[in-house]
């Protein structure tokens, strides 16, 4: 019995030696010690031995179970440290090789407007409401007080999808969808896309990006319209830039107005850029038509409010020096660049 242990041990020591890898020497381990492993049934047949030869041979079980253990763990170092060595020779990077370029993308001018301009509102309290593109007829003129007549209602300035039902020409129908669902006091900002049958140039395109907001409480006069349109110009353009209102006509509004800001680029003496006039047109605003009001279930009696709209390519323009609105569509990436 004493020399077949032996033999086993030898087997086993051969076998560990000749082993290249974790699992074959897993496996070694398992054949010479595992539940059904040869030392292990030599010491499960202990109760057949005399009882003088049991210590005998189970202290020599024993003695070889650990000279294997032993050959084992070695074997499992150098199989580890030769993985290592193979795999940091695999993955040497060179230090002295150019990196690899990391391309990070950039917001476009005009997200970067529509971020800014929302910051703004957010900030004063204003939230964000939005509405469908396809708009019905009565949501996107009839509600905001068009006569039948009015030339915004003809076909060549509008894309007209059926006879009642058209793509949006402004976001101001957010602002009578708002109205209907919601009780006064309203505070809402509408950005989207709109569309109108423009000819693309310069200054133009069939399809673009406003902001309209709206407030509607009691006792809202156009000193609050002021206030919150110069603190939206004097943050976008800066503390330095001055506000003009100028008179206008919007049949959804009552008063109604042109807000201008100085020009930059000649400090409102007049230039190229301001048309020789000093100033920059930038949105349109007034105080809600009371009709406006009545149609959307808001008793003007009790309520008054004030609306605008601004395009944000025009923001964008203005802001960033941009002399042609198609730059902002052509992704140009010598132009995307520069922001």
């Known amino acids: ?68 253990n032993k050959a084992i763990s070695q074997k499992e170092s150098q199989l580890k440290e030769a993985a290592k060595k193979e795999r940091l020779k695999m993955e040497t990077i060179d230090v002295t090789l150019p990196g690899n370029e990391l391309k990070v993308g950039k917001k476009h001018p005009l997200t970067l407007v529509f971020d800014e301009i929302k910051d703004i509102f957010l900030g004063l309290g204003f939230t964000i409401a939005e509405g ?55 505070r809402v900002i509408a950005p989207g896309r709109v569309y109108r049958s423009d000819d693309i140039d310069a200054t133009h395109t069939p399809v673009f ?62 230039c190229r850029v301001c048309s020789g006039t000093g100033w920059l047109e930038i949105l349109g605003a007034g105080m809600v038509h009371p009709n406006v009001l009545e149609m959307s279930g808001v008793d003007s009696e009790e309520w008054s409010g004030f609306a605008f709209g601004m395009g944000v390519e025009r923001i964008a323009m203005l802001k960033y020096g941009i002399d042609d609105i198609r730059l902002l569509y052509n992704n140009d990436l010598r132009f995307l660049k520069q922001f």
């Open 132 to 186: 469908p593109e396809i708009e019905t007829d009565y949501y996107n003129f009839e509600a905001l007080n068009f006569p039948d007549n009015h030339p915004a209602r003809d076909m060549q300035d509008t894309f007209y999808i059926t006879e009642n039902t058209l793509l949006r020409t402004h976001t101001s129908s957010v602002q009578i969808r708002t109205m209907e669902g919601q009780e006064p006091p309203i």
């Open 209 to 270: 990006h406003q902001i309209e907001g709206l407030m509607v409480d009691k006792d809202i006069s156009f000193a609050n319209l002021k206030g919150v349109l110069i603190k939206l110009i004097k943050e976008l353009f800066g503390d330095d830039r001055e506000v003009r209102f100028r008179p206008s006509y919007f049949p959804f509004t009552e008063p109604s107005a042109e807000v201008d800001v100085s020009c930059a680029a000649c400090d409102g003496d007049g």
């Open 1 to 68: 019995m004493e020399d077949k242990i032996k033999a086993i041990q030898e087997e086993a020591i051969a076998k560990i030696g000749s082993v290249s890898n974790l699992d074959d020497l897993e496996g070694v381990r398992v054949d010479y010690l595992g539940k059904k492993g040869d030392l292990t049934k030599i010491l499960r047949g202990m109760g057949s031995l005399e009882p003088e030869m049991r210590p005998v041979i189970g202290g020599l079980v024993n003695k070889v179970k650990g000279e294997i």
